[in-house]
T-cell receptor, first 115, second 112 residues
């Protein structure tokens, strides 16, 4: 148990569907992240939230919409996705402390397949 | 900008062989350095870390030393096991930024 829980673990959706990925952390952390991991590509940072405020958006297409209602929960809303969006989506959290060896704790990921 | 470079994989070794996975970094100031491991079907887990120069992180028989003079954080293990087969990521956090920067990952296969 890593303390970061992602649901669902697997998701198959059509290109016209709307779905949401959920991430929950019970570690008291203030920073949360969404990463995309595709086969044979580097881990891609998508969004960063720090104290519920979005601090980074790495040129992610608008068909991905994050939401962070509080420091413990992070969502990724998906709509009109493309097959190339199929990937493992990883959520992570960390304690927001400047200058510390801030390690990230990851969930097990959601394996998304767009058909 | 800050970045991490690690050796390309896959790396294939026999059980009980010595392992080295190279990692070098570019960063201003004094970053913290990490190795993460991802087993099949799982998310990433922290393997070890070092927060200042000359620190040695260690866990599960793996070691890495923070070398500021060579900007390196190479991962080593004296005798690998089949269960060590996974993808290994080198990463850093800049001194005054919570963003975690990952290398591309190195896939390790250990043959029995």
């Amino acid at each position: 148990e890593t303390g970061v829980t992602q649901t669902p673990r697997h998701l198959v959706m059509g290109m016209t569907n709307k779905k949401s990925l959920k991430c929950e952390q019970h570690l008291g952390h203030n920073a949360m992240y969404w990463y995309k991991q595709s086969a044979k590509k580097p881990l891609e940072l998508m969004f960063v939230y720090n104290f519920k405020e979005q601090t980074e958006n790495n040129s992610v297409p608008s068909r991905f919409s994050p939401e962070c209602p509080n420091s413990s929960h992070l969502f990724l809303h998906l709509h009109t996705l493309q097959p190339e969006d199929s990937a493992l989506y990883l959520c992570a959290s960390s304690q927001s402390i400047q200058g510390a060896g801030t390690e990230a704790f990851f969930g097990q990921g959601t394996r998304l397949t767009v058909v | 900008g800050d970045s991490v470079t690690q050796m390309e994989g896959p790396v294939t070794l026999s059980e009980e062989a010595f392992l080295t996975i190279n990692c070098t970094y570019t960063a201003t100031g004094y970053p913290s350095l990490f190795w993460y491991v991802q087993y099949p079907g799982e998310g990433l887990q922290l393997l070890l870390k070092a927060t200042k120069a000359d620190d040695k992180g260690s866990n599960k028989g793996f070691e890495a030393t923070y070398r500021k003079e060579t900007t390196s954080f190479h991962l080593e293990k004296g005798s690998v096991q089949v269960s060590d087969s996974a993808v290994y990521f080198c990463a850093l956090t800049p001194n005054r930024d919570d963003k975690i920067i990952f290398g591309k990952g190195t896939r390790l296969h250990i043959l029995p």
